[in-house]
RNA sequence: GGAGGGGUUCCCGAGUGGCCAAAGGGGGCAGACUGUAAAUCUGUUGGCGACGCCUUCGGAGGUUCGAAUCCUCCCCCCUCCA
């Protein structure tokens, strides 16, 4: 194990606050001399199990965590889904079944595991300790936090204040990610600053169940590809673990310059040194940034696939992008008809959800076969196979006769 | 329990009898521009083989030649008083 200094400087690196430093030290210190790893807590809602960048940034610090031999316990909320955080507009939450919590659990395990090691990463359900909790115990746990405090998280205060509905079961949430800390023993606890809130309550929850307090580590939040709001899925701005190569490599180019420093603090190995060049190449006007950024999509394909595999979608990313090619690798559709209207095309090939769309794609000039520019609506075409149809810029397919 | 305010398209939000498939903004999509992007500009943004028709303004009825708009009942949300 490595010694107390050592330790804290790799626990430093890129996050956001520790609450504290003092404690952290104190509990790192107590684990060498006991040879007990200490527990580390972090929870997933087991209904959107895309994992994205963003999520990396705090699983990546797990990791470190596992590597310094402390015990990761990975928390699906399978309970507190039901509830759903409240930061969102979301009130109503379906309720999963325990089948497809089960199937979300390991679509989850199969993405973190491409980070963390399988075989020191402890996998919980909170439902397991939730769902043994009688009423009076509930009701005891509900009388350790006042409604004022609860009103302090910013986005009960922000309802609250402009009028939008709370449910007293959305003030149960921190109360519950608090009790499995306490049902963990967790000595910390890591999250996004979003988390900071629930985070904290779970300090006062463990001690008001006479636990030392977790320490508490915020990860900062990954803004999204759309460069103004946090990465997280039902924005859209987000990019998986899950994106195949070439759409990993795509997002990422298509992320706003500012967004190139950020994204290889927060998700490459980069030493330090490394981001001082990085930040001073950014600075030089002669510099194109766009080097810079097919640097970082090629180093996080490679870290999620292989080489090889960033290589190729570099290439394809330069042919469509750059020199307005066709890609060497398309999806090929089977076309139900050799004579077909353009507007039948495109629904067909599920390039668009309507007619109308499709319509309305071809009148803005989005459409076009072979390079040639579809305008006219009404167009019926007759195929003879190898045709190459491309909507937008980005989307592409190859057509041939017969299903 | 009482009094008042409110529910409109993906989101926010205007509209209080026909000119309303519904202003404006956001987002999305497309086009132009560009060194990839972003930004910007322009267009578009319910459906239908389509210059006409069908469905939409919390729900169900009703008034009217005609309803997002008026009436009745119901559901939901918010505020204040208790």
């Known amino acids: 194990m490595l010694s107390l200094n050592e330790q804290m400087d790799i626990i430093n690196r890129g996050n956001k606050e520790i609450i504290s430093e003092d404690e952290l030290a104190g509990k790192i210190e107590s684990s060498i001399q006991t040879g007990i790893p200490l527990t580390v807590k972090w929870g997933a ?15 990546r610090k797990l990791g470190q965590f596992q590597n310094l031999g402390h ?16 930061s ?26 491409r980070i963390l090691d399988p075989e020191k990463t402890v996998v919980e359900f909170n439902s397991r300790w939730c769902n043994a909790l009688s009423f009076e ?41 608090g009790y499995d800390s306490v049902a963990l023993k967790a000595d910390i606890e890591l999250g996004g600053t979003d988390q900071k809130f629930n985070l904290l309550v779970a300090r006062d929850i463990q001690r008001e169940y006479g636990q030392i307090p977790q320490v508490v580590i915020t990860m900062p939040l990954l803004v999204g590809t ?14 998986a673990l899950d994106d195949p190569p070439e759409q990993m490599y795509g997002k990422t180019m298509s992320v706003p310059d500012e967004l190139i420093y950020p994204y290889f603090e927060l998700l490459t190995d980069v030493t330090g040194e490394e981001l001082e060049q990085i930040k001073k190449l950014l600075a030089d006007p002669k510099c194109n940034p766009m080097e810079l950024k097919k640097q ?25 992008f750059r020199k307005k090619e066709t890609p060497e690798q398309m999806s090929v559709h089977r076309l139900s008809a050799n004579l077909l209207w353009v507007i ?8 668009a959800s309507s007619n109308s769309e499709a319509r309305r ?26 045709e190459v149809l491309k909507v937008g810029k980005k989307k592409f397919v190859s057509l041939e006769i017969g299903c």
């Open 88 to 113: 969102g507009k979301t009130i109503a939450r379906k309720h999963l079944s325990r089948q497809q919590v089960m199937q979300n659990a390991e679509t989850y395990k199969q993405q973190i595991f």
């Open 361 to 386: 794609l071809v009148q803005q000039g989005a459409v076009s076969i072979d390079g040639t520019r579809i305008s006219d609506p009404e167009l019926t075409i007759k195929f003879k196979g190898g």
């Open 45 to 59: 809602d087991p209904s959107a199990p895309d994992i994205h960048l963003g999520h990396t940034v705090s699983i």
């Open 296 to 320: 970082l999509a090629k180093r996080l394909v490679t870290m999620y696939y292989d080489p090889q595999k960033a290589e190729t979608a570099e290439r394809e990313f330069d042919t469509i």
């Open 226 to 239: 759309d460069g103004t709001q946090k990465m997280s899925k039902s924005l859209g701005n987000y990019i």
């Open 137 to 177: 115990e509930i009701l005891n746990l509900t009388s350790k936090y006042t409604i004022a405090r609860m009103l302090e998280r910013d986005d009960f205060e922000n309802r609250y204040r402009t009028g939008q509905p709370i449910t007293i079961m959305e003030f149960l949430y921190p109360l519950i990610q």
């Open 71 to 86: 015990r990761v316990v990975f928390i699906i909320g399978d309970f507190t889904a039901m509830i759903g955080d409240p």
């Open 344 to 351: 039948k095309l495109l629904t067909e090939v599920k390039f």
